[in-house]
C-alpha cells in the first residue's frame, strides 16, 4: 500500500506560479511512476503529466507543456509539480498517483494508477 498526499494548491494570479508537493509513505516511491492529473468543476479528470520511476522519462499533456515541470526526489519520497505562467483554465483540483513500472505503457490513462491522493485544490484568478 501506498498513501499519497498533495500539499502546496491555493489561489494565484494569473501568470504566477505554484509548487504543488505529493508526499509518499508506506512503500519506496521508486518503485513507481507518478503522475498527475486534474479535475477542473464539471468536467472529466485529465492527464497533466508523468515521471518515470528513475525520472529520466517525463511526458506531458499539450495543455501544459512548456509551462509545467514534473520532478521527484526519491530519497524524500516526493514528486513535484511546479506550475508557472498559470492561466484561470489551469483551475482545478489535482491529483498525484502511483503507478507500478508494469503500467507504463498506458501512462497517460487513469487505470494504470494503482493509488491516488486526496487533491490539492489550484485556483488561478484572471
Known amino acids: 500500500q501506498v498513501q499519497l498526499v498533495e500539499s502546496g494548491g491555493g489561489l494565484v494570479q494569473a501568470g504566477g506560479f505554484l509548487r504543488v508537493s505529493c508526499a509518499a509513505s508506506?512503500?519506496?516511491?521508486?518503485?513507481?511512476?507518478m503522475g498527475w492529473f486534474r479535475q477542473a468543476p464539471g468536467m472529466e479528470r485529465e492527464f497533466v503529466g508523468v515521471?518515470?520511476?528513475?525520472?529520466?522519462?517525463?511526458y506531458y499533456a499539450d495543455s501544459v507543456k512548456g509551462r509545467f515541470t514534473i520532478s521527484r526526489d526519491n530519497a524524500k519520497n516526493t514528486v513535484y509539480l511546479q506550475m508557472n505562467s498559470l492561466k484561470p483554465e489551469d483551475t482545478a483540483v489535482y491529483y498525484c498517483?502511483?503507478?507500478?513500472?508494469?503500467?507504463?505503457?498506458?501512462?497517460?490513462?487513469?487505470?494504470?494508477?494503482?493509488?491516488w491522493g486526496q487533491g490539492t485544490q489550484v485556483t488561478v484568478s484572471s
Open positions: 515521471i518515470s520511476w528513475s525520472g529520466d522519462s517525463i
Open positions: 498517483a502511483a503507478a507500478p513500472f508494469s503500467n507504463w505503457g498506458r501512462r497517460v490513462e487513469e487505470v494504470a494508477y494503482a493509488y
Open positions: 508506506g512503500r519506496a516511491l521508486s518503485m513507481y511512476a
